[in-house]
């Protein structure tokens, strides 16, 4: 199945985000998805097609002046529904973030073994001598070979790289089940890119963590997702295995995609994703697509299961 799994850690059902002001910005019109566990969900797309609000929607950290409908299940109770203090409970603790810039995500008053050592003092009760000697042991498993020198450390004082890779320790400390990595790859270089795969690889395999993972970085998505979501102005235009989506892409968005690719000679789609406030009738790539039919300009196509995944297009209805 595509779309849906038996077991779901995470299922997202017709998930809607809308922001207030002079004009209401529908960021995010009935998403749908699930995560099994263990499993590296990645959503991709144009940058503003609404892959970060997914993720803090989830998290149930978008602004005040946003308006969220619909379900976001996870381990069978609905996040949107939860108290802020029950929240609090799940965040970092059952769902771990990363954020893309890890130098502003680390506090820089802190060392780093304070801020590895805090989520076990804070949730698990643990004392912080014995918390801050945890930190270093998740840090040795890092690969960090001088790691009790390293929990004394500033962020200030590290690299981008290290940095991240502190962050990613912190934010699995407490073993979530799932991890949602925002563009974790932003910025680093060729090294600490391939540091970071091997990081969250080991994570699946070793801890069973289920990633949600979002990043531009399309040669980083096929090696480590399973199934990939395709984004586009605020919805799924296609959701498949990995290599379905990579090998056979169905939507003429996601081949377009695929082929601004180095690999593919980087030719880009020609125009621009559409305003969110006032987006085209019909099917919304219809101004860019060169397949559309007249039938686009005016009706929205549904997401269709076909073969185990499913398109969000009239040529396969
Ligand atoms: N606080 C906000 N107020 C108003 N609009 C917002 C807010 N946050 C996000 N949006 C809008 O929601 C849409 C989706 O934004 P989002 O950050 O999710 O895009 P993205 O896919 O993550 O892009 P990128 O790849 O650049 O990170 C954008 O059009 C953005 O302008
Ligand atoms: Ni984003």
Known sequence: MSAGIVNALLEVKDLQVFFKGIKTITALSGISFSIGESETLALVGETGCGKSVVAHAIMRLLPSESRVKGIVKFRGKNLLELSEKEMIEI???????????????????????????????????????????????ALKNMGFANATEYVRYYPSWCSG?????????????????????????????RKCMSELETEL?????????????????????????????????GEIVEIADSSSV???????????????????????IPGFSPSLSNPPSGCRFHPRCSLRKMHCTENHPDLTEINGRAVRCFLYH
């Open 201 to 233: 690889k080991k994570l699946k395999v070793e801890k069973k963590t289920a990633l949600l993972l979002i990043s531009h970085d399309l040669g980083f998505v096929k090696r480590l997702a399973d199934r990939v979501a395709v984004m586009y102005a």
């Open 246 to 268: 990579f090998e056979s892409p169905l939507h003429p968005y996601s081949k377009g995609l695929l082929n601004s690719l180095p690999e593919k000679g980087f030719i880009p």
């Open 161 to 189: 790289g290290m940095n991240q890779r502190f962050l990613i320790a912190a934010s699995t400390m407490l073993d979530p089940a799932l991890l949602i990595a925002d563009e974790p790859g932003k910025g680093l270089d």
């Open 91 to 137: 965040r970092g603790k059952e769902i771990g973030i990363i954020f893309q810039n890890p130098s502003l995500a680390l506090n820089p008053v802190y060392s780093i073994g304070h801020q590895l050592a805090e989520p076990l003092h804070v949730h698990r009760k643990e004392k912080k001598e014995r918390a801050l000697s945890m930190a270093a042991g």
